[in-house]
């Protein structure tokens, strides 16, 4: 059998279209593209009808990710509105500073976004604050959080990474033992950094969501059911 990937549009009436993926694996999998597109892969043994009856059954699940992106579209920094930064809401404020543009600061309430006059619009608003929540969760993760929550699940990872992802909040490339972080996870409490940080150091010592796996989870980290559902909302 072909061991590329072949991906193709299956079309479901006039409500869905999404681009399905046959490849090399055992379970279908489905995501939301960072443009709306309903993205499905799929073991290539398994047929359209298994595929379509699959998407039927997650419909609920397809309209609450595109309402959860519409909301998130909605909620881009911009001078004057709102950011949560671990779990508080602050107010973003451009400081125009003449031709060369600094790194956003807390200031009580406010989170200060210093542009350098010819920049000081939008975009440039919302790289300046997701470059902030990176450089936050770079700053949790060296300031205690890896070493806490290593010494606690018994695994070391080699390479730790952050930035921006619009599927998953952490994920572990177990064979070169590097886990990259969601710097997102900024805009949460602190517990779900650690619980995201657990979960990818866990799959350390197990790759797959199995059971073995929820029972270290519920070993290393006990109420990660509770800062999931906090994640999901």
Not at 224 to 233: A, F, S
Request: charged fraction near 25%; glycine fraction near 6%.
């Amino acid at each position: 059998m072909d061991s590329k990937a072949k991906t193709f549009i299956l079309h479901m009436g006039t409500i869905l279209t999404i681009e399905v993926t046959r490849k090399r694996m055992k379970t279908i999998r489905m995501r939301l593209a960072p443009d709306g597109t309903v993205k499905v892969s799929a073991p290539y043994w398994v047929s359209d009808a298994q595929i379509e009856s699959f998407i039927a059954t997650h419909l609920a699940w397809i309209e609450n990710a595109r309402g959860k992106a519409a909301a998130s579209q909605r909620a881009v920094p911009r001078d004057g509105g709102q950011i949560m930064v671990w779990g508080v809401s602050h107010q973003i404020r451009v400081e125009r500073v003449g031709k060369r543009s600094k790194p956003a600061y807390l200031d009580g309430v406010e989170l200060v976004v210093p542009l350098a006059e010819a920049k000081a619009d939008d975009e440039n608003v919302e790289k300046a604050c997701n470059a902030f929540l990176a450089a936050e969760v770079r700053r949790a993760l060296d300031g205690g959080v890896v070493e806490a929550m290593e010494a606690r699940c018994g695994a070391h990872a080699q390479a730790w990474r952050v930035r921006s992802m619009t599927s998953r909040w952490g994920s572990c490339q177990v064979q070169k033992r590097t886990i990259t972080i969601n710097s997102q996870l900024a805009r949460f409490p602190r517990r779900c950094l650690e619980y995201v940080v657990c979960h990818e150091l866990c799959h350390l010592h197990e790759p797959s969501h199995n059971a073995r796996f929820h029972a270290l989870m519920d070993r290393f980290y006990p109420s990660w059911k509770e800062v999931r559902k906090e994640l999901r909302g």
